[in-house]
Antibody, heavy 123, light 107 residues
Framework: QVQMVESGGGVVQPGRSLRLSCAAS????????MHWVRQAPGKGLEWVAF????????YYADSVKGRFTISRDNSKNTLNLQMNSLIAEDTAVFYC????????????????WGQGTLVTVSS | EIVLTQSPATLSLSPGERATLSCRAS??????LTWYQHKAGQAPRVLIY???KRATGIPARFSGSGSGTDFTLTISSLEPEDFAVYYC?????????FGGGTKVEIK
């Protein structure tokens, strides 16, 4: 069955960096685009970033553009999110999510989700 | 950026009642709309994609309709496990955006 497990969350000071990872299994990882989505405490869902199946296309929310970098390692079935210059507003549960589209065809929605990892930005 | 406005913010209903949730887009998105259910402490779950197609394993009491800018999620008869927060999401344009959510609570 499809499974995604996020890791790397924790407490970090403002201005510092953190790297999240998502280990995927149960599907052909290298054939699907992947997303990061977050939810701040008491708030709704916010899409963060997308990477295409081969890493050639990347899109970001304006709120993280220039600070966050999405990447993937298809040989290890792993999705990553490098987060730099963190601010308090980045405090959230971060979910990785599988796009249903195959290769060049992206569905641009979130077919399966991991359980999330909590990032807390605080001094 | 496409803004999605969900209404009402909260819906207070009893089990067995019909729930009607609305999602309005700030610009035309054809049928590129998805609905999710989210319960506290759990991962969100996709219910409906492309406005009206039920995702795998989703019961028939969930249905979606609409096109263009106005969309509706209907739960025909609420089961106890349906009380949750529901989000719509547009997949027409980057950046992908969500509505603010509708909480369906027990009356």
């Amino acid at each position: 069955q499809v499974q995604m497990v996020e890791s790397g969350g924790g407490v970090v000071q403002p201005g510092r960096s953190l790297r999240l990872s998502c280990a995927a299994s149960g599907f052909t990882f290298s054939s699907h685009g992947m997303h990061w989505v977050r939810q701040a405490p008491g708030k709704g869902l916010e899409w963060v970033a997308f990477i295409s199946y081969d890493g050639s296309e990347k899109y970001y929310a304006d709120s993280v553009k220039g600070r966050f970098t999405i990447s993937r390692d298809n040989s290890k079935n792993t999705l990553n999110l490098q987060m730099n210059s963190l601010i308090a507003e980045d405090t959230a549960v971060f979910y990785c999510a599988k796009d249903p589209g195959l290769k060049h065809s992206s569905g641009n929605y979130f077919e399966y989700w991991g359980q999330g990892t909590l990032v807390t930005v605080s001094s | 950026e496409i803004v999605l406005t969900q209404s009402p913010a909260t819906l207070s209903l009893s089990p067995g009642e019909r729930a009607t949730l609305s999602c309005r887009a700030s610009q035309y998105i054809a049928t590129y709309l998805t609905w999710y259910q989210h319960k506290a402490g759990q991962a969100p779950r996709v219910l409906i994609y492309e406005t009206s197609k039920r995702a795998t394993g989703i019961p028939a009491r969930f249905s979606g309709s609409g096109s263009g800018t106005d969309f509706t999620l209907t739960i025909s008869s609420l089961e106890p496990e349906d009380f949750a927060v529901y989000y719509c999401q547009q997949c027409s344009n980057w950046p992908l955006t969500f509505g603010g959510g509708t909480k369906v609570e027990i009356k």
